[in-house]
């Protein structure tokens, strides 16, 4: 997701920058040849653009997925290897077909002085390549991602649920509280070891609390994200789809001119939620396993030292 946005925005830069070299040239006194490479600039550009963007938005609809096996299928997702990578793969490989229709449509026009379908193409054929990429770019991974996020929002609030944390199930064989590790067994001189590891019940359930309050808090967070997230490129994806439908709708009026403002600047914005996600969940989450690792090799230690000493 990452490469993705910033690939996507570094061809969005050069498409701008594009228009706005051409915008002050005079399209008239170009020649053939001149044409064409700006043609597969445009080619090139817009299909960079378009298939980061739709892989971006099914990274989105994988994240989902890892979610909802993490809280419905724990010892799946502890055992998953490279089924999200070979997912991922198959994503990239799917998104690159489904915007080759881009390279056969897209070129130059110079009355526009812009990169848009070719005017010889059927109408047909246009709504019909907009409507599909409107659909599998963000329809569908949109339906997917509200459905297993709804699943999982409702699972994390359901009334008395309570998950143990991994160390607390590891270590949850105690004795009662206040009893000595070291004990004489009939008097002896030599204390034996009884290597016992107690936690006070109120101290478990607290611990419990707190780790649920912030598994929950963790989850709603990253659903908050993913639905901003959804929201930002649905403007822009409306307008895309009223200009397909209608595509004689004057576009220069001050109403159309305000919202197509608005839905660029929410579009820009999905970078920033996609940042805040992977900055704040996929980054900070990645930490956890080697923090819980060494808390368990840090305890076999201190029991280590401790049977050492009594054996001397």
Not at 56 to 63: A, D, E, K, Q
Not at 190 to 208: A, D, E, V
Request: contains cysteine; glycine residues 4%.
């Amino acid at each position: 997701m990452s490469i993705c946005d910033s690939v996507c925005l570094i061809s969005q830069f050069m498409q701008a920058l594009f228009h706005m070299i051409a915008g002050l040239q005079d399209p008239k006194g170009f020649s053939n040849d001149t044409i064409d490479q700006l043609s597969m600039f445009c080619k090139a550009d817009m299909y960079i653009m378009h298939a980061t963007s739709a892989f971006s938005v099914w990274c989105w609809v994988m994240l989902s997925v890892l979610r909802y096996t993490a809280v419905f299928h724990p010892f799946k997702y502890r055992t998953i290897w490279r089924q999200p990578r070979n997912a991922l793969s198959i994503m990239a490989i799917a998104g690159c077909l489904l915007e080759i229709w881009i390279p056969a449509l897209v070129s130059y026009v110079p009355d526009v002085r812009g990169c848009v379908e070719h005017p010889d193409t059927h109408l047909m054929t246009i709504q019909s390549v907009h409507m599909l990429d409107i659909l599998f770019a963000y329809v569908v991974p949109s339906i997917l991602r509200i459905v297993l996020d709804g699943i999982v929002l409702a699972h994390c609030y359901r009334p008395n649920l309570l998950e143990i944390p991994v160390l607390d199930r590891r270590y949850g064989i105690s004795a009662p509280s206040g009893q000595s590790a070291l004990s004489n067994n009939n008097g002896g001189d030599k204390p034996t070891m009884n290597i016992i590891l107690s936690f006070p019940r109120q101290s478990i359930s607290y611990k419990r609390e707190q780790f649920c309050k912030k598994k929950n808090a963790m989850i709603v967070r990253s659903l908050i994200i993913s639905v901003v997230n959804i929201c930002c490129n649905l403007p822009s994806h409306v307008l895309r789809v009223l200009w397909t439908v209608e595509p004689n709708q004057d576009r220069d009026d001050v109403v159309t001119s305000f919202l197509e403002a608005v839905s660029q600047l929410l579009y820009f914005g999905q970078f920033t939620c996609n940042a805040l996600y992977l900055s704040t969940t996929i980054y900070e989450t990645s930490t956890v396993p080697t923090k819980t690792y060494s808390v368990t090799i840090q305890s076999k230690i201190n029991v280590s030292k401790l049977l050492d000493n009594d054996d001397v």
